[in-house]
């Protein structure tokens, strides 16, 4: 089986013109002799900068085709995308609806999420303390055995409010206790030398 892979094309020369012809894309771009063509099959999503011009009917067909454009200021700052229409089951979204109504439907997806989110932190440490030296290895994997405590505690959650308070409680004691943390994850330099 071959897959394909579909490109990104990036558009940066000021005043160039696309258009759709066909099944192609059209390039046209000022004080440049002739035309380049592009196959609209092989373009994934278009990204355009500062003052290129669009057809409609290429806006048209990229949105039919749920082909995004993503349109940036000359310098690099987004300003706006289109996306086709999102087709979705109706009845599916009528059901998560009604399931938010209902307290123990509610419980039973936060519960679910709250664990994913622990087991997830759970594996990441444990791989950590598998390639940390000694010393720190034994409160790393204490830590993880914390997130044990609190996967078990999560699936028996009386409440909501129980398994927020658990989840925030857990964090910030899980990072105050890491030794492997020792600097802050920052790219901003000190104002203040300490």
Same mark, same amino acid.
């Given at each position: 089986m071959t897959t394909e892979l579909?490109?990104?094309?990036?558009?940066?020369?000021?005043?160039?013109?696309?258009r759709l012809e066909h099944d192609t894309l059209r390039v046209h771009l000022p004080d440049t002799p002739g035309r380049r063509t592009l196959p609209l099959r092989?373009?994934?999503?278009?990204?355009?900068?500062?003052?290129? !011009?669009?057809?409609?009917?290429l806006i048209t067909r990229c949105a039919q085709d749920n082909r995004p454009i993503t349109w940036m200021t000359q310098g690099g700052s987004y300003l706006a995308r289109l996306d086709g229409a999102i087709h979705g089951n109706v009845l599916l979204r009528h059901a998560q609806h009604q399931l938010h109504d209902?307290?123990?439907?509610?419980?039973?997806?936060?519960? !679910?999420?709250?664990?994913?989110?622990?087991?997830?932190?759970?594996?990441?440490?444990?791989?950590?303390?598998?390639?940390?030296?000694?010393?720190?290895?034994?409160h790393i994997r204490e830590a993880?055995? !914390?997130l044990a405590n609190a996967?078990?505690?999560?699936?028996?959650?009386?409440?909501?409010?129980?398994?927020?308070?658990?989840?925030?409680?857990?964090?910030?004691?899980?990072?105050?206790?890491?030794?492997a943390r020792t600097a802050p994850h920052?790219?901003?330099?000190?104002?203040?030398?300490p």
């Open positions: 579909l490109n990104t094309l990036y558009v940066q020369t000021q005043g160039a013109d696309l092989r373009i994934e999503s278009i990204v355009v900068y500062g003052h290129i !011009n669009l057809s409609t009917e209902q307290p123990d439907a509610r419980l039973a997806i936060a519960r !679910n999420i709250v664990a994913g989110k622990i087991r997830n932190s759970r594996w990441i440490l444990l791989r950590a303390a598998r390639d940390a030296a000694p010393a720190p290895r034994a993880a055995e !914390n996967l078990a505690a999560t699936g028996t959650a009386p409440s909501l409010d129980h398994i927020i308070g658990h989840r925030r409680e857990r964090r910030p004691r899980l990072l105050h206790r890491s030794p920052t790219r901003r330099p000190h104002l203040h030398p």
